[in-house]
C-alpha cells in the first residue's frame, strides 16, 4: 500500500502477509458450514478430474506391455493432445465457472429481492447476506450463505444462463477447429515434440495421435458443460458421467488392443469412444436444468468471454509450453527416457488433480461471494482451501513416496526403464505440497475474476522456466528436466500466493 513520508512524497509498501494460511487453522477439517460446502463441491470435482487422468494411466499400462516403444509413443501423442485441448478449452472452463456462478447468485438475490419489496419493511433494502452485516467478524466464526442449486430448479424450473450457451456454442467450435489441426498437422507436431522422421516412435504415435483426434469435438464440448456444472455448483454429474465414459475405456482397451490385434491404434479407439459417451450424457442432464436457447444473441455475451478468455489463453499457452517442451525435451534423450517421463509425468499429474478439486470449490464459492461483496466469506473461503490443499499435498507426497516404488512394474517391466523411473520419484512425491497450492491459488485468483493478473504472472513464470528447462536438460539430462519442473510449479505458487500475500487487486479489503 502507498504510505506518505514527512517530506510528502509517497512509497510503495509491498507488505507482504502470510496471515491467510493460518486463519482459524484449527478448524480446517471441521465439517461446519463453509467445510460442507468444499466438502461437496471439492469432492466429486476432483474424483472428475483425476478420472481422465486415471484413463490414460491404463492406457498407459496396457500399451507398456506391447513394448517400450509404443509406451513412449503414445506418451508423446497424449502429451500432445493433452496440450493442445488445454490451449483450447482450459480459459473458457474457466471463465465459464466464474460467469455461471456470478449470473446464478446474482439471479437468484434478484428474486429474492424482488420478493422482500412487496414487504414494507423492505423498502430501499438491498439483499445483504448475513455475514456482511459485521464487518469485524473474526473469520472463525463466518459461514458463507449455501446456493442450493436443486432447490432453485424445483422452484423455477429450468434457469436461463446465457454463459451456459455460450460456452457451449464456442466448445463446439473450438473441438471441431482442434480435430482438423491435430488429423492434418500430426506429423509436423510429433517432429517438433522430438518424434523425428526414421523414428520408430514416429508410425505408432502418428496412428494414436490422429484417431484420438476425432474425439476431440467430444473432449471440448464435455469440459466446457463440465464448466457449466461447476458455476452451478453441482460437481456430482460431471463426476457420473465422466466415471461412466472411462470405465467404459478401460473396458474397451484390452479388447480391441489384444483381442482385436489392434495395438495403439484400439487404445485410440476406446478412448474417443469414452468420450462421445461422456458428452451426450452431460448433455442430456444439463438440457434437463437450464434453458439453452438463449432469447437473443445478444445475450451470449461472446464479448465478455474473449476479452476474458484471451487473458486466460496468455495464460495456459504459458504453462502449455513449459509442460509440453519438458515432454519434448525427454523425447529428444530416447524412448527409454521418454517412456519413464511419461509415466513420472502421468503420476504427477493425475494426484497433482486432486487439489484441483479444491481449487473449483474456492473459484465457484468465491464468485459467488463476490457477487454478493460478501469479503467475510471471501476470506474464510480463501483460508479453508489453502490449508485443506497443504494438507492434502502433504498427504500424497507420504502415499506416492511409498506407493511408486512398488508399483512402477505396472507400468513397465523394461529393466532400463524402471531405473529411471526410480530417479524421477523423488521428484514426484516431493512437489506435491507445492503442486497441490499452486493449483489451489489459480482457483483463488479466478473466483476472485482476477484474470489478468494470473495471465501475466503465468508469462513472466514460463519465460524464468522456460530458460531453466533448456539450461539444466542440456547440462544433466533426465534429472535437469525434473530440476526444472519443480522450479517451474515452485514459482507457479508463489506468483499465486503474491496477489493476496500483498493484499492487492480485488484483495484489497483484506487490509481493512
Same mark, same amino acid.
Given at each position: 500500500?502507498?504510505?506518505?513520508?514527512?517530506?510528502?512524497?509517497?512509497?510503495?509498501?509491498?507488505?507482504?502477509?502470510?496471515?491467510?494460511?493460518?486463519?482459524?487453522?484449527?478448524?480446517?477439517?471441521?465439517?461446519?458450514?463453509?467445510?460442507?460446502?468444499?466438502?461437496?463441491?471439492?469432492?466429486?470435482?476432483?474424483?472428475?478430474?483425476?478420472?481422465?487422468?486415471?484413463?490414460?494411466?491404463?492406457?498407459?499400462?496396457?500399451?507398456?506391455?506391447?513394448?517400450?516403444?509404443?509406451?513412449?509413443?503414445?506418451?508423446?501423442?497424449?502429451?500432445?493432445?493433452?496440450?493442445?485441448?488445454?490451449?483450447?478449452?482450459?480459459?473458457?472452463?474457466?471463465?465459464?465457472?466464474?460467469?455461471?456462478?456470478?449470473?446464478?447468485?446474482?439471479?437468484?438475490?434478484?428474486?429474492?429481492?424482488?420478493?422482500?419489496?412487496?414487504?414494507?419493511?423492505?423498502?430501499?433494502?438491498?439483499?445483504?447476506?448475513?455475514?456482511?452485516?459485521?464487518?469485524?467478524?473474526?473469520?472463525?466464526?463466518?459461514?458463507?450463505?449455501?446456493?442450493?442449486?436443486?432447490?432453485?430448479?424445483?422452484?423455477?424450473?429450468?434457469?436461463?444462463?446465457?454463459?451456459?450457451?455460450?460456452?457451449?456454442?464456442?466448445?463446439?467450435?473450438?473441438?471441431?477447429?482442434?480435430?482438423?489441426?491435430?488429423?492434418?498437422?500430426?506429423?509436423?507436431?510429433?517432429?517438433?515434440?522430438?518424434?523425428?522422421?526414421?523414428?520408430?516412435?514416429?508410425?505408432?504415435?502418428?496412428?494414436?495421435?490422429?484417431?484420438?483426434?476425432?474425439?476431440?469435438?467430444?473432449?471440448?464440448?464435455?469440459?466446457?458443460?463440465?464448466? #457449466?456444472?461447476?458455476?452451478?455448483?453441482?460437481?456430482?454429474?460431471?463426476?457420473?458421467?465422466?466415471?461412466?465414459?472411462?470405465?467404459?475405456?478401460?473396458?474397451?482397451?484390452?479388447?480391441?488392443?489384444?483381442?482385436?490385434?489392434?495395438?495403439?491404434?484400439?487404445?485410440?479407439?476406446?478412448?474417443?469412444?469414452?468420450?462421445?459417451?461422456?458428452?451426450?450424457?452431460?448433455?442430456?442432464?444439463?438440457?434437463?436444468?437450464?434453458?439453452?436457447?438463449?432469447?437473443?444473441?445478444?445475450?451470449?455475451?461472446?464479448?465478455?468471454?474473449?476479452?476474458?478468455?484471451?487473458?486466460?489463453?496468455?495464460?495456459?499457452?504459458?504453462?502449455?509450453?513449459?509442460?509440453?517442451?519438458?515432454?519434448?525435451?525427454?523425447?529428444?534423450?530416447?524412448?527409454?527416457?521418454?517412456?519413464?517421463?511419461?509415466?513420472?509425468?502421468?503420476?504427477?499429474?493425475?494426484?497433482?488433480?486432486?487439489?484441483?478439486?479444491?481449487?473449483?470449490?474456492?473459484?465457484?464459492?468465491?464468485?459467488?461471494?463476490?457477487?454478493?461483496?460478501?469479503?467475510?466469506?471471501?476470506?474464510?473461503?480463501?483460508?479453508?482451501?489453502?490449508?485443506?490443499?497443504?494438507?492434502?499435498?502433504?498427504?500424497?507426497?507420504?502415499?506416492?513416496?511409498?506407493?511408486?516404488?512398488?508399483?512402477?512394474?505396472?507400468?513397465?517391466?523394461?529393466?532400463?526403464?524402471?531405473?529411471?523411473?526410480?530417479?524421477?520419484?523423488?521428484?514426484?512425491?516431493?512437489?506435491?505440497?507445492?503442486?497441490?497450492?499452486?493449483? #489451489?491459488?489459480?482457483?483463488?485468483?479466478?473466483?476472485?475474476?482476477?484474470?489478468?493478473?494470473?495471465?501475466?504472472?503465468?508469462?513472466?513464470?514460463?519465460?524464468?522456466?522456460?530458460?531453466?528447462?533448456?539450461?539444466?536438460?542440456?547440462?544433466?539430462?533426465?534429472?535437469?528436466?525434473?530440476?526444472?519442473?519443480?522450479?517451474?510449479?515452485?514459482?507457479?505458487?508463489?506468483?499465486?500466493?503474491?496477489?493476496?500475500?500483498?493484499?492487492?487487486?480485488?484483495?484489497?479489503?483484506?487490509?481493512?
Amino acid at each position: 500500500m502507498a504510505e506518505k513520508h514527512d517530506d510528502g512524497g509517497f512509497v510503495l509498501n509491498r507488505r507482504i502477509s502470510f496471515s491467510i494460511f493460518f486463519n482459524n487453522f484449527r478448524s480446517v477439517f471441521k465439517l461446519d458450514e463453509l467445510g460442507s460446502e468444499i466438502a461437496r463441491i471439492a469432492f466429486p470435482a476432483a474424483l472428475a478430474l483425476t478420472a481422465d487422468p486415471i484413463a490414460s494411466l491404463v492406457d498407459t499400462a496396457f500399451i507398456g506391455q506391447i513394448g517400450p516403444v509404443e509406451l513412449a509413443a503414445v506418451g508423446v501423442a497424449i502429451a500432445l493432445f493433452n496440450q493442445v485441448s488445454r490451449i483450447a478449452i482450459f480459459p473458457l472452463v474457466s471463465v465459464t465457472t466464474s460467469f455461471v456462478a456470478e449470473e446464478d447468485t446474482t439471479s437468484a438475490d434478484s428474486k429474492y429481492t424482488s420478493e422482500d419489496s412487496l414487504s414494507p419493511d423492505s423498502e430501499n433494502q438491498k439483499l445483504i447476506p448475513p455475514t456482511a452485516l459485521h464487518s469485524d467478524e473474526n473469520p472463525r466464526d463466518v459461514e458463507c450463505p449455501r446456493d442450493s442449486f436443486e432447490m432453485s430448479k424445483s422452484e423455477e424450473g429450468r434457469k436461463h444462463i446465457p454463459s451456459a450457451s455460450s460456452a457451449l456454442i464456442i466448445g463446439a467450435i473450438l473441438g471441431l477447429i482442434q480435430a482438423t489441426f491435430l488429423i492434418l498437422e500430426a506429423k509436423p507436431l510429433l517432429s517438433f515434440m522430438g518424434v523425428k522422421a526414421g523414428s520408430d516412435m514416429l508410425r505408432p504415435a502418428q496412428k494414436y495421435l490422429q484417431l484420438r483426434s476425432l474425439g476431440a469435438p467430444a473432449v471440448l464440448l464435455s469440459l466446457a458443460m463440465q464448466g #457449466v456444472f461447476r458455476g452451478l455448483k453441482d460437481t456430482k454429474t460431471p463426476l457420473y458421467a465422466t466415471v461412466a465414459g472411462d470405465l467404459t475405456n478401460i473396458v474397451l482397451d484390452p479388447i480391441f488392443i489384444f483381442v482385436f490385434k489392434l495395438g495403439v491404434v484400439g487404445a485410440a479407439i476406446a478412448h474417443v469412444i469414452s468420450q462421445y459417451l461422456i458428452s451426450l450424457m452431460l448433455f442430456w442432464r444439463l438440457t434437463e436444468l437450464v434453458n439453452l436457447v438463449p432469447p437473443s444473441l445478444k445475450h451470449l455475451q461472446f464479448d465478455r468471454f474473449l476479452k476474458n478468455g484471451f487473458l486466460l489463453l496468455m495464460r495456459v499457452i504459458a504453462v502449455t509450453f513449459c509442460v509440453t517442451l519438458s515432454a519434448s525435451l525427454a523425447a529428444r534423450l530416447g524412448s527409454k527416457q521418454m517412456a519413464a517421463f511419461q509415466v513420472c509425468l502421468q503420476v504427477w499429474l493425475a494426484t497433482s488433480l486432486l487439489a484441483d478439486g479444491l481449487a473449483v470449490a474456492g473459484q465457484a464459492i468465491l464468485a459467488s461471494a463476490f457477487a454478493r461483496e460478501d469479503h467475510a466469506c471471501a476470506t474464510a473461503t480463501v483460508s479453508r482451501v489453502l490449508q485443506l490443499g497443504l494438507a492434502l499435498g502433504m498427504l500424497l507426497a507420504v502415499v506416492l513416496g511409498f506407493g511408486l516404488h512398488f508399483g512402477a512394474r505396472i507400468f513397465t517391466k523394461d529393466a532400463d526403464v524402471l531405473k529411471l523411473i526410480a530417479v524421477g520419484i523423488p521428484f514426484v512425491t516431493a512437489t506435491q505440497p507445492i503442486n497441490a497450492l499452486a493449483f #489451489v491459488f489459480d482457483g483463488v485468483n479466478f473466483g476472485a475474476s482476477d484474470f489478468a493478473y494470473s495471465a501475466y504472472s503465468m508469462v513472466t513464470v514460463a519465460v524464468i522456466s522456460i530458460i531453466v528447462l533448456l539450461i539444466l536438460s542440456s547440462s544433466n539430462g533426465f534429472v535437469g528436466i525434473w530440476v526444472a519442473l519443480t522450479i517451474y510449479m515452485s514459482l507457479r505458487a508463489f506468483a499465486g500466493f503474491w496477489r493476496i500475500g500483498t493484499e492487492s487487486g480485488p484483495w484489497k479489503f483484506l487490509r481493512s
